[in-house]
């Protein structure tokens, strides 16, 4: 384990090794070259690939984005990298608008990527959004949560080898996190939720660093006897609705939680899903478990506040499965 | 006030800046605040400067390298103190941190997460006070990182055709992050640019406290007297890292040295005064003991000051009338 690589390592190791299998591959962002990204995430790739093919931009998100459209669209693979998925904000437009509708209209692809970090920890307001379900909701772009080393690097191999627009967020606070991963021909599917752990009496269903809070939350309950399974998601679009179900038919139990806010979520998404396609299977409510709906303050006593606990999490599985 | 009082409290406030942030550094770096800050020290001419030249309910808005521009508009090294730590005493009620500082019923419309927002805000602010027909301005900080977003270029052009009285200070330290300026700027001569929208831009000297106020009052009669925006783009430097601990290998010691020992912005003030005959040593001296007890006092009053409830971040996100 301590060995293993770390999140960001594992985002270097697949951006190496598709560089050099392909060499329209090429990243742009602020801050790439020397100091390797604000995570890390490519830290040393400059020194191996050069400035053309690691381009450190001005503060331009509009034109990063633009960048990286036209580019795809003339054939080449770009990576935009926008630090934290909230200054994507400044570039909506060419995501959502231009992006995702491009193929559509024009006959072209756009093998592009946007990474950014993303999800809830310190600092305010404007740099904890949760933009997942946006992004998801949008026909044209496809969505990677990777909630493990060995997912990030499979994931990104094998957007990279893909030929659509996909938002790829990495979670702040699984940056450090560390674990196996795979070799260069190692893809992981879109569209594949991953079983994080087995379990036959309830399910939760997340992705990203919720997955953390419910892997607490059900070594909470195995310690009296409940056995809960967690699916990852791995990608919001597209999402593995059959995994789900699959698991919700086992026990007929179901949690589906993130940080997002509620209203309007992903959780919503899958819950409003799952009660249409599996009512019969249902032993009771799916429950949901989410953020308020809150700017993100920066007191961290209100940060814990305003997302879920592993107590929240915990309480949401007891009631499932009192049903 | 006198010429010698009025130089006098600028030196003060650039002291109390610097002494603000070195030991708020320190004790972010011990875990005693909510993050890490954005340090301005080596930035303090700006902010004095601007702020010698605005009258007390003039606006500002701002970046997220905020301290010594809200040090100087007078709010206090308490409320500011306490805000880094996310204390209820805090100038944002803790809910904002070293990152979002402000209180819009005091003229301050906020410290900014998001690169150059904030002198968008000011440029917002500038149609309000001119369609209130009030006599005040507002001012827009800007990094110099925040030359190369389009909002900033909409913004002052949105200034400039409507003539409104804005003052566009380009609160220029030369890096973003760890990017140098002239890396990834176009052209080199930032009024150049901002010339090009058709408004008086010029670059100063942003080391010098009296130049900075001067010619931001020059800005603020011209904004006054119906004639619209002016762009400042004041030189300056950072002494510490981007963020709190952070060094890097982009700048070398010999820069961060030189600009310290020959350009430091308080030093070079203090030398003035004292060679003008407006300060002495034993007034010097007991300026450098009353911004530590205030500092001191502040890191005190913070800690002492509790933490907002954490029932209550449902709390004012919108007025209610809407929810019937
Ligand atoms: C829209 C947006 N893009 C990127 C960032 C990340 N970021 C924060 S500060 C910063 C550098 C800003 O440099 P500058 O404007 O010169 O201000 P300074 O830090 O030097 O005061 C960057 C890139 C951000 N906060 N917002
Ligand atoms: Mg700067």
Known sequence: MANDPSYSEAYQSGIREEMYRDSRIFILGTDLQ?????????????????????????????????????????????????????????????????????????????????????????????????????????PGLSVAVPGTPYDVKGLLKTALRADDPVVFMMHKKLTGIRGPIGGPEDLVPFGKARIAREGADATVVS??????????????????????????????????????????????????????????SITAEIAATASEVAFDSLKGPIVRVGAQRAPLSADPGQVDATIPSVDDMVAAIRKVLSY | MGAREEMQSMLRMMMM?????????????????????????????????????????????????????????????????AELMTKVTGVSKGRGASMHLGDVARGHFGGNGIVAAGMGIGMGAALGIKMAGDKKVSVGFV??????????????????????????????????????????????????????????ASTIDGQNVIEVRDAVAAAREYALAGNGPTFINMLTYRYYGHNTGEKGQYRTLEEIEDWRTHRDPIEQFAARLFKEGLLDQATYDEMKVSVEAEIQDAVEFSENSPHPDPSEVMLNIDSGKLRG
Do not use: C
Request: proline share 3%; glycine share 10%; aromatic share 8%.
């Open chain 1, 34 to 138: 020397e100091r390797g990204g604000h995570f890390a995430q490519v830290k040393g790739i400059a020194q191996e690939f050069g400035g053309e093919r690691v381009r450190d931009t001005p503060i331009s998100e509009a034109a990063m984005v633009a960048a990286g459209v036209g580019a795809a669209m003339y054939g080449m693979r770009p990576v935009v990298d926008l630090n934290f998925m909230d200054f994507s904000l400044g570039a909506m437009d060419e995501i959502i608008n231009q992006a995702a509708h491009i193929r559509y209209m024009f006959n072209g692809s756009v093998p592009l990527i946007i990474r950014a970090t993303s999800g809830i920890a310190a600092g305010g307001a404007h740099h904890n959004n949760s933009f997942e379900s946006f992004f998801a909701h949008t």
């Open chain 1, 207 to 264: 992705y990203g660093y919720t997955l953390v809070t419910a892997a607490k939350a059900a070594e909470v309950l195995a310690a009296e006897g409940e056995q809960i399974e967690i699916i990852d998601l791995r990608t919001l679009f597209p999402m593995d609705m059959d995994a789900v179900i699959n698991s919700l038919k086992k026990h007929g139990r179901m949690v589906v939680a993130d940080e997002a806010p509620l209203f309007a």
């Open chain 2, 17 to 81: 800046i610097r002494n603000f942030e070195e030991t708020a550094d320190r004790l972010a770096l011990r875990g005693k605040l909510s993050g890490g800050i954005h340090n301005s020290s080596g930035q303090e001419a700006v902010a004095v400067g601007v702020m010698s030249a605005l009258a007390p309910d003039d606006v500002i808005a701002t970046t997220h390298r905020s301290h010594h521009h809200t040090l100087a508009k007078n709010f206090s090294a308490r409320e500011v103190m």
């Open chain 2, 143 to 200: 990094g110099d990182g925040g030359m190369n977003t389009g909002r900033t270029w909409e913004a002052i052009n949105m200034a400039a055709i409507w003539k409104l009285p804005l003052i566009v200070v380009v609160d220029n330290n030369q890096y973003a992050v760890e990017t140098f300026i002239n890396r990834v700027t176009a052209g080199g001569d930032l009024a150049k640019r901002a010339s090009g929208f058709g408004l008086p």
